[in-house]
């Protein structure tokens, strides 16, 4: 009852190959699937509650919200750090890029972007490329903008002749061989090979 027979289970079966007979058919190459692709990983953003005090210093290298409190200072070199409606921070900023919307203390240095929504804080000095400032925020310090390193440019290389190749000698200018040129006649109508006009 519970067990099946093999003779009600369905077999799979091979269509003999027509025409000839005896030679087996040529296998069937399908294409390959395209290779897949891992999605991203989605981005992490750690998140520090309104009840956390933070004192020293905090490195990450992922995204960090604060709603909480820290001192000490603050190192995010390739991420984004955001300042919630609650955090305060009383410490020297270093980010990627720095979203003030609560109350901060220090100076703030952001490769790429500084903005201090409404309603924030600020007393300390930025640095960064772009800086936003919206109306309704508090801000006391000084600003400088700097120009982001330029991405070097790698150079196309150029064609390289076969080593075997010899090089063609550089043509001689017009008028015989290339000389150093002669210094200048010295007084009394002597040149510099000791020979004189006389």
Partial sequence: MWKRRKEDMPSEQIPEPTGRTGVAPAPVSEPA?????????????????????????IFAQED??????????????????????????????KAREVDVLGSVRGDIQAREKITIRKDANLVGNLKSATISIEDGAFFKGSIDIVR???????KPAAPQPPAAAPQPAAPAPQGGPSRPASPPQQAGGATASGKSSG
């Fill in 148 to 154: 982001p390193a330029p991405a070097p440019v790698p």
């Fill in 33 to 57: 699937p395209p290779p897949r692709v891992a999605p991203a990983p989605p981005k992490v953003e750690a998140r520090i509650g309104p009840s956390v005090l933070v004192k020293g210093q």
């Fill in 64 to 93: 960090l919200w604060l709603d909480g409190e820290i001192e000490g200072s603050i190192e995010l070199p390739e991420n984004r750090f955001v300042i919630g409606k609650t955090g305060k921070v009383h410490a020297d900023i």
